[in-house]
Structures are given as structure tokens and as C-alpha cells.
């Protein structure tokens, strides 16, 4: 990989973090402080934007469940688009840009036209979410895995091709990304391939923002919970063997 201070044509992918900019890594803020152009995502939005220079200009190309977003060969033409004209082009995403941020589909479209890259990491809001609500996401004796799964495919409804057993194993914490809204369905698939509804559970609405908001409840009180909320701010669930009460 070339080096970031050299190239002249060259993009770095740069994770946000989970909106605190205080999350936000030392290489983040310098590449944000050095970017001619900032492709963000919504989630990727706010005061992290505080960070990128001055002059830099500023896309938003958001994507957002139940919102309309520029679509994803539009972005990839974008991204390309600037890096040819010889920009320092930024792209930012939320969290972590490798757990569930569509981060292939642009290296693939950076890769094919020749523009070398960089992924710069982040905080994923699955470490923020359980670092706000003062508990850690691996137990030494009861939860020995943990897993990242997604609660929309691409439609936005629950996938089809869950691995229920793996999902429903009582001794792995599970986070769920974009699962607000298939949650009381998910709920009823882990009850019926044998997960406790008293197994507890954390949603974490907007981690890192002004408006966040910790539940700390179980698996059943959380599907009715979410059956009748509306979905207005990012959230992620977390159930397993949490380490509620410390
Ligand atoms: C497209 S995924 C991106 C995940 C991101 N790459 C990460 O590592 O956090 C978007 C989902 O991440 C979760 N998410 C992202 N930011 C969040 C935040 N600040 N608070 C709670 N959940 C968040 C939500 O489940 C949201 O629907």
C-alpha cells in the first residue's frame, strides 16, 4: 500500500466512530484535517464533521433505513470521480468501517480503477454501546464469543438464512446492528430454537450522541418494547450473559 503523505491519486476510508468525536481516532481527525473532499454517511455526520478542514467539501451521502440514500454505484462513482481529479478525498463512516458498512463494495470499485486506498479504524458502537452502559462484551466464564449479526438484509427485513443455533446460544454475547425493527420477530425465532426470554439484554439508542438512551431489560421485555417504538435514531441490542449489576 502506498503511502497516504505521497500519492496523488488515493482515498482513505476513515471510520468515525459512533458519533462522540471524542472516539474519534488520532489518524481520523488528521485525515479529516488534510481532506479536500468528505464523502460521509449520515451516521458518520455531526460534530465529527467539526474535524475536517475548512475548505474541505462536504458530501453527504447518507444511507438510512427508511430514509432515501444515494445509492451505492453513486458513491463508488463519486469516490472515483474526485480521486482521479488528484483530491484528498476522505470517506467517512460510522463506527467501524469494516462491520457492516458496505466497505467492500468501495474498495472493489477503488481497486478496479486503479486508485490505491487506505482503511483507517475505528470504535464500532458495539464496543461504545457496551462501554456506555459499563459492562464489557466478553466474560471470562459465561461469555466466551461474541458476535456481530445484522438484524435487516438488504430489503431491510430480517435475513432468511439465519443460523439459529449459532444465534440463540445462550453463552455468546450477540449484538444486533439495524435490528430495531425485526427485533420482536428475531426474539420469536431465539425463543423457539430454545434462548431463555428472561436471557438479558441492552438496547443502546444513539451511543455517543446527545440523545442517547440505555435500556437494560431482557430478551421478551425488549421484543414488546420494539414492537410498538417508533424507530427514530440508531440503536443496536445486545442480549447474552450480560454483566448486568456489576
Ligand atoms: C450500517 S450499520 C454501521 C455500523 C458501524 N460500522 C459500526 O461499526 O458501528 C448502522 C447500524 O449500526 C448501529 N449504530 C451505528 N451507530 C450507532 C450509534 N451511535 N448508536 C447505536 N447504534 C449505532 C445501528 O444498529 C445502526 O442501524
Not at 468528505?38 to 458518520?44: E, F, M, P, S
Not at 475536517?52 to 444511507?63: D, F, M, Y
Amino acid at each position: 500500500m502506498s503511502d497516504p503523505a505521497t500519492p496523488s491519486v488515493f482515498v482513505s476510508l476513515v471510520s468515525a466512530g459512533p458519533g462522540d468525536p471524542e472516539l474519534l481516532t488520532l489518524k481520523a481527525v488528521r485525515r479529516l484535517a488534510q481532506a479536500q473532499v468528505v464523502l460521509y454517511d449520515d451516521l458518520a455526520s455531526g460534530p465529527v464533521l467539526d474535524h475536517a478542514h475548512p475548505q474541505a467539501e462536504l458530501i453527504a451521502v447518507g444511507k438510512r433505513a427508511g430514509r432515501p440514500s444515494a445509492r451505492q454505484d453513486h458513491v463508488n462513482a463519486l469516490l472515483v470521480e474526485h480521486a482521479l481529479a488528484g483530491r484528498r478525498v476522505v470517506r467517512l463512516k460510522s463506527g467501524d468501517s469494516g462491520i457492516f458498512g458496505r466497505l467492500e463494495e468501495e474498495l472493489v470499485a477503488l481497486a478496479a480503477a486503479g486508485i490505491a486506498f487506505e482503511i483507517v479504524p475505528g470504535v464500532t458502537s458495539a464496543s461504545a454501546a457496551a462501554a456506555a452502559a459499563g459492562i464489557p462484551l466478553t466474560r471470562r466464564l459465561t461469555a466466551r464469543r461474541v458476535q456481530f449479526i445484522t438484524g435487516a438484509d438488504v430489503t431491510g427485513r430480517l435475513p432468511d438464512d439465519i443460523h439459529w443455533a449459532a444465534i440463540a446460544d445462550p453463552a455468546v454475547t450477540t449484538v444486533v446492528f439495524m435490528g430495531q425493527r425485526s427485533f420482536p420477530e428475531l426474539a420469536a425465532g431465539l425463543r423457539a430454537h430454545g434462548l431463555p426470554g428472561d436471557t438479558p439484554a441492552l438496547f443502546a439508542e444513539a451511543v455517543g450522541h446527545p440523545h442517547q438512551r440505555l435500556i437494560r431489560t431482557t430478551v421478551d421485555d425488549l421484543a414488546r418494547l420494539l414492537e410498538t417504538a417508533p424507530v427514530l435514531q440508531p440503536g443496536l441490542i445486545m442480549y447474552g450473559p450480560l454483566a448486568f449489576g456489576i
